[in-house]
């Protein structure tokens, strides 16, 4: 059976619905432990049973998000099997220390003090119950680190070596792998995004009650310390984003370029505040990439590469190369990794026929050429552009979202602080229907991410088309579909459930 | 013995209590159930394992994937 692109298409389609899907839950879950475990630290310090009546109620809609979420990651266990098991072989090594560790840590941690967290109040006591409380945030956090290490690994890849014998990628550096400033900057900026989308989701319900004037006390308290959480980890996270596209500059240049839809290069590029893209836009041609837009001047440059006269290649100069700045051509880096193909091909035929010395040959070659291996298997160079609008406008919205986050968390505190945020009903209806925004611009950052490195699904190393499986394309077509009513349904009962929740309020919890 | 008692009494206690959690539950119970014993068992065999006896011939295989067109 041939790899078609429907296959590849509906494998893609399937793991994003699935990875979007599983991020619906998991960065609440990761930011509002905290909120929870700074609710019950109040408690601990003033024993002001009021403390503990919203620690515990926003306890029980973190468990039924974490209810809901669970389980949802494996679903990608499942479809490496299947239908990324040429993927899942040659990352192998490299996945699996990642992957096992944080297996082991979520099952310990998860079973262990989510247990003395939920079920504990009474059997433990407060100092006791609140570590526990404090662990399942860190351990919830740590699992997150683990992921995320194997998915920087993916959009640069350190530390591993490729063995022609076994086909795998075998790790020589653990440091290297765990230290890797993609995945260190990917970590803490997707870990303080949950932190602000928890912030949030606190923040909305609290403003509901607050308009319906119910449960005033409880939610004033709450709004407080989630708009204080709030802005804090948002500083974090805006700091977390320059170093996120600092390194996407460094090693994953084309995905820049389409971040900010940028085709020629150039010195001092600007940031797109906003903009709306020519749809007819090709590789080279004289059209204007915008039908309009507003940028800032000077911004991408420094963003990039932190000069603010820096050149910063555009997806021109990255498909067709510029000599002044040293960028060489994916046509010619489709050469170099055609020679790695090929020197591949050799050493396993040499090997075959015991010739060592031509099997050294080839071994070496193939050495020399395997940074660019997976441009041997593009079939033309504009193969390495990724979608330029979905990434480009998944990008905008995300930042445009979180700078709104900012400033929103700041009037909450600022009328909190000034007693006067229950008179302001403009104010807690924007908290109300932030919330989405919030959803959104979570998933609006993975698709920057996953979208913006295509064709890779290990950067330069190896394309989409070649990690996946020789299936049919219908079973996959028959499971994306399984999974997308599947996980619509489990989303419709986590809201139906939460919400009823909600209605019932912290009194009656 | 102690301590396991504890540990069996927490679960046990938590569980019977439980308002909200038995629904959910229900829902862990339903979706693990979907999850394992119809899309793994149905749609999701592990390519390389079942396919294959030995890690050589799944390395053979990746290698002639990766080289299928020289």
Known sequence: MEHTDLLVDYSRAQFALTALYHWIFVPLTLG??????????????????????????????????????????????????????NYSWIVGDIFGAPLAIEGLMAFFMESTFFAVMFFGWDKVSKRAHLTSTWLVAIGSNLSALWILIANGWMQHPVGMKFNPDSARNEMENFAAVVFNPNAVSKFLH??????????????????????????????????????????????????????????VALNQPMKLAAMEGLYKGEERAGIVAFGLLESEKEINDDLDPFKFMFEIPGALSFLGYHDINAFVPGIDDLILGNEKHNIISVKEKMIIGKKAVQALSDYKKFKK????????????????????????????PEGALPDVALTFYSFHIMVAAGSWFLVLFILILYFSMKNELTNKKWL?????????????????????????????????????????????????MITFWLFAILFTALLIAEVKIMLKQISIGPEGH | MKSLHWVYSLYYDGFVNMRVGKTLWLLIAFKLFIMFAVMKWLFFPNIMQENFQTDQERSNYILEQLTKDN
């Open chain 1, 32 to 85: 509002l432990t905290f909120i929870i475990a700074i609710m019950e630290t109040i408690y601990v310090k003033t024993l002001d049973e009021k403390w503990k009546t919203i620690t515990k109620y926003w306890m029980g809609l973190l468990a039924i998000n974490f209810a809901i979420g669970l389980a949802t990651g494996i679903i990608m266990e499942f479809e490496f099997g299947t239908n990324w098991s």
């Open chain 1, 190 to 247: 997707t870990i303080s995004s949950g932190y602000v989308l928890a912030s949030l989701f606190v923040i909305s319900i609290s403003a509901w009650y607050l308009l319906k004037k119910r449960d005033v006390a409880f939610a004033k308290k709450s709004i407080v310390v989630a708009a204080s959480f709030g802005l804090i980890t948002s500083i974090l996270m805006l700091t977390t984003g320059d170093e996120s596209a600092h390194q």
């Open chain 1, 353 to 380: 026929e015991g010739n060592t010395l031509a099997m050294n040959e080839a071994l070496k070659t193939f050495r020399a050429t395997s940074h660019y291996m997976g441009y041997g298997y593009l079939k033309k």
């Open chain 1, 428 to 476: 807690l209806r924007l908290g109300v229907i932030t919330l989405p925004l919030g959803y959104a611009a979570q998933e609006c950052g993975w698709i920057v991410a996953e979208v913006g490195r295509q064709p890779w699904a290990i950067q330069d190393l190896l394309p989409v088309g070649m990690a996946t499986s020789n299936v049919g394309s219908t079973s996959v």
